[in-house]
């Protein structure tokens, strides 16, 4: 379904590339501001800072005939993977412990730690149990809820499973959460 808050829920579910642009940005920034200061300098007929552009760029040209061949090599293996992981960081969406859940035709952006508190809270009435013994992790696509029972009091598995299907299902979140429910064989003693 397409909300019409499309793009402020996309804004709060995704991580920016922020960070990565400025850095970006800097070091270019300072690259060229280097290379501009090398080339009045030569102009000038003053000394460079650290290489004349033309010896830097005959640097550049014999760098492929330099040795050890070996540290030639790695340094353009870095210098790939950095690419690469730039690459990459630029496609792929980072996402943020965020979902959408729909309420009554609005869009409302609810916060990982929230659901599973949520859920842990439900799991704990249904089983009886006192605060703390369900412990429950939500990432982007799945809800594992882990339940510790009270020694000596048994607990009703599928009791468990219908809440925690039932207490997701009515959030109606993007994306949906599959989830696990384990439940301990080793109780802890109650207070």
């Given at each position: 379904?397409?909300?019409?808050?499309?793009?402020?829920?996309?804004?709060?579910?995704?991580?920016?590339?922020?960070?990565?642009?400025?850095?970006?940005?800097s070091?270019?920034?300072?690259?060229?501001?280097?290379?501009?200061?090398?080339l009045?300098?030569?102009?000038?007929?003053?000394?460079?800072?650290?290489?004349?552009?033309?010896?830097?760029?005959?640097?550049v040209a014999?760098?492929?005939t330099?040795?050890?061949?070996?540290?030639?090599?790695?340094?353009?293996?870095?210098?790939?993977?950095?690419?690469?992981?730039?690459?990459?960081?630029?496609?792929?969406?980072?996402?943020?412990?965020?979902?959408q859940?729909?309420?009554?035709?609005?869009?409302?952006i609810?916060?990982?730690?929230?659901?599973?508190?949520?859920?842990?809270?439900r799991?704990?009435?249904?089983?009886?149990?006192?605060q703390?013994?369900?412990a429950?992790?939500?990432?982007?696509?799945?809800?594992?809820?882990?339940?510790?029972?009270?020694?000596?009091?048994?607990?009703?598995?599928?009791?468990?499973r219908?809440?925690?299907?039932?207490?997701?299902?009515?959030?109606?979140?993007?994306?949906?959460?599959?989830?696990?429910?384990?439940?301990?064989?080793?109780?802890v003693?109650?207070?």
């Amino acid at each position: 379904m397409k909300t019409p808050y499309a793009r402020i829920v996309r804004r709060e579910t995704h991580s920016p590339r922020t960070v990565t642009t400025i850095v970006l940005a800097s070091v270019i920034a300072l690259a060229c501001i280097y290379l501009g200061t090398e080339l009045v300098l030569r102009m000038l007929g003053q000394p460079p800072l650290l290489a004349t552009p033309a010896d830097a760029f005959g640097w550049v040209a014999a760098l492929p005939t330099l040795q050890p061949q070996w540290a030639i090599t790695v340094g353009g293996t870095l210098l790939a993977l950095v690419g690469l992981l730039l690459m990459v960081h630029a496609v792929r969406s980072g996402r943020l412990a965020r979902h959408q859940m729909m309420h009554e035709g609005r869009a409302v952006i609810v916060d990982n730690g929230v659901l599973a508190s949520s859920i842990a809270r439900r799991v704990e009435t249904v089983a009886r149990l006192p605060q703390g013994q369900a412990a429950v992790s939500v990432s982007h696509r799945r809800a594992v809820v882990e339940v510790t029972p009270t020694s000596g009091i048994p607990v009703d598995d599928a009791a468990i499973r219908s809440a925690v299907a039932e207490e997701i299902g009515s959030y109606d979140l993007r994306p949906a959460l599959r989830h696990t429910v384990r439940v301990k064989t080793t109780g802890v003693i109650g207070s």
